[in-house]
């Protein structure tokens, strides 16, 4: 039986800035040049492109990569493109998308849609590492405030492909039609005084019963006693707390036992002294999100040793660059001939989808 096609998002999706991309102010130079020299010339050398990435990867920015060669080619209807999907797992150097035609109808292009692939795809695969870790439990993806605004939409979409369950604004979600996640933050505590059961009480009071409050108790350094004083005020309205001691602070509760581990920052320690106080006092369905330094290895090491955390939120280590997710572009056949630089070839994948 034949597979389901699968849809790609939609070009409008993604808001190009359309007329700048064609007139080449997001191309590296040389590639602009490069067209404009072949059409003095009166040149148009019919190419096959062949992308791929240097490293075993969670495929995404393709649909945006496709988006641009849609919207910002001369002539798309001139182009045949083959690719994988969003979502898709690959290995180095499989080739992820091929364009033929000719060649000045896209040659300006490259950097765009290189760009997509390699930051869509690190996010991607840098969250399903860390999802992976903690699976089954979730993770949130909070790394809005480690990078610029305008690329919000973007990451959060990888995000979403690596496997989060969440992200952080609503900007973040619009892709794949969620919303924002958001927990109780210290801001507003500070904004009530440091008073952090009476923060979660108006928030519960002037917030609609869907959103799931989760509230920050490490503002007073002493994450037992605030989690205790918030799940006793809110009672069953109370979702989660959150853990997020500064990596240069210890928690009061875990002073006691200090010379036996690294006490600082969000710990196994913390996790389940808090769990415990929450259990004891009749608060077991009161769930614990721990942030504040989590990667892949953290969230391991509490996998590993059982903490008894609900949730994860992580934030810069899924945007910053752990692996070689750089994709490369290569022109292996120009007019039917062979026409790689030493080193390339072309390698053709079944897996490809004619795009339409």
């Given at each position: 039986?034949?597979?389901?096609?699968?849809?790609?998002?939609?070009?409008?999706?993604?808001?190009?800035?359309?007329?700048?991309?064609?007139?080449?102010?997001?191309?590296?130079?040389?590639?602009?040049?490069?067209?404009?020299?072949?059409?003095?010339?009166?040149?148009?050398?019919?190419?096959?492109?062949?992308?791929?990435?240097?490293?075993?990867?969670?495929?995404?920015?393709?649909?945006?990569?496709?988006?641009?060669?849609?919207?910002?080619?001369?002539?798309?209807?001139?182009?045949?493109?083959?690719?994988?999907?969003?979502?898709?797992?690959?290995?180095?150097?499989?080739?992820?998308?091929?364009?033929?035609?000719?060649?000045?109808?896209?040659?300006?292009?490259?950097?765009?849609?290189?760009?997509?692939?390699?930051?869509?795809?690190?996010?991607?695969?840098?969250?399903?590492?860390?999802?992976?870790?903690?699976?089954?439990?979730?993770?949130?993806?909070?790394?809005?405030?480690?990078?610029h605004y305008a690329v919000q939409a973007s990451d959060g979409y990888a995000a979403h492909v690596g496997g989060a369950?969440?992200?952080?604004?609503?900007?973040?979600?619009?892709?794949?039609?969620?919303?924002?996640?958001?927990?109780?933050?210290?801001?507003?505590?500070?904004?009530?005084?440091?008073?952090?059961?009476?923060?979660?009480?108006?928030?519960?009071?002037?917030?609609?019963?869907?959103?799931?409050?989760?509230?920050?108790?490490?503002?007073?350094?002493?994450?037992?006693?605030?989690?205790?004083?918030?799940?006793?005020?809110?009672?069953?309205?109370?979702?989660?707390?959150?853990?997020?001691?500064?990596?240069?602070?210890?928690?009061?509760?875990?002073?006691?036992?200090?010379?036996?581990?690294?006490?600082?920052?969000?710990?196994?320690?913390?996790?389940?002294?808090?769990?415990?106080?929450?259990?004891?006092?009749?608060?077991?369905?009161?769930?614990?999100?721990?942030?504040?330094?989590?990667?892949?290895?953290?969230?391991?090491?509490?996998?590993?040793?059982?903490?008894?955390?609900?949730?994860?939120?992580?934030?810069?280590?899924?945007?910053?660059?752990?692996?070689?997710?750089?994709?490369?572009?290569?022109?292996?056949?120009?007019?039917?001939?062979?026409?790689?630089?030493?080193?390339?070839?072309?390698?053709?994948?079944?897996?490809?989808?004619?795009?339409?």
């Amino acid at each position: 039986m034949k597979e389901a096609r699968r849809e790609r998002l939609p070009p409008e999706t993604f808001g190009l800035p359309v007329a700048e991309m064609r007139a080449g102010v997001y191309s590296d130079k040389y590639f602009v040049r490069t067209r404009d020299v072949l059409r003095a010339e009166g040149r148009r050398p019919h190419v096959l492109m062949q992308v791929f990435c240097k490293a075993d990867a969670v495929l995404c920015g393709m649909d945006e990569a496709i988006a641009i060669l849609k919207r910002a080619s001369d002539d798309f209807s001139a182009l045949n493109v083959q690719a994988l999907h969003d979502g898709d797992l690959v290995a180095p150097i499989e080739t992820v998308m091929t364009i033929e035609g000719p060649y000045d109808v896209f040659a300006n292009l490259e950097t765009l849609y290189l760009g997509a692939l390699a930051r869509g795809t690190r996010i991607a695969t840098q969250t399903r590492r860390v999802v992976d870790a903690a699976a089954p439990k979730d993770v949130l993806f909070f790394a809005a405030r480690h990078d610029h605004y305008a690329v919000q939409a973007s990451d959060g979409y990888a995000a979403h492909v690596g496997g989060a369950i969440a992200v952080s604004t609503d900007a973040g979600a619009q892709r794949w039609g969620g919303v924002g996640f958001g927990t109780v933050p210290h801001a507003a505590i500070a904004a009530y005084r440091g008073d952090t059961a009476l923060t979660a009480a108006k928030f519960a009071e002037h917030l609609p019963e869907s959103v799931q409050l989760v509230v920050l108790v490490d503002f007073e350094n002493d994450s037992v006693k605030t989690a205790l004083e918030v799940a006793r005020a809110l009672g069953p309205r109370l979702y989660g707390v959150r853990l997020d001691t500064s990596g240069t602070l210890v928690d009061k509760s875990v002073m006691p036992a200090m010379g036996q581990f690294d006490p600082r920052g969000v710990n196994a320690r913390l996790v389940h002294n808090v769990r415990n106080a929450l259990d004891d006092a009749g608060f077991a369905s009161v769930r614990i999100v721990a942030s504040g330094g989590f990667g892949v290895d953290k969230v391991r090491a509490f996998e590993s040793d059982n903490v008894p955390v609900d949730a994860y939120g992580v934030g810069s280590s899924l945007v910053a660059n752990h692996g070689d997710f750089d994709f490369t572009a290569d022109v292996v056949l120009t007019d039917a001939k062979p026409s790689a630089k030493v080193g390339r070839t072309l390698i053709p994948n079944p897996r490809l989808e004619v795009v339409e």
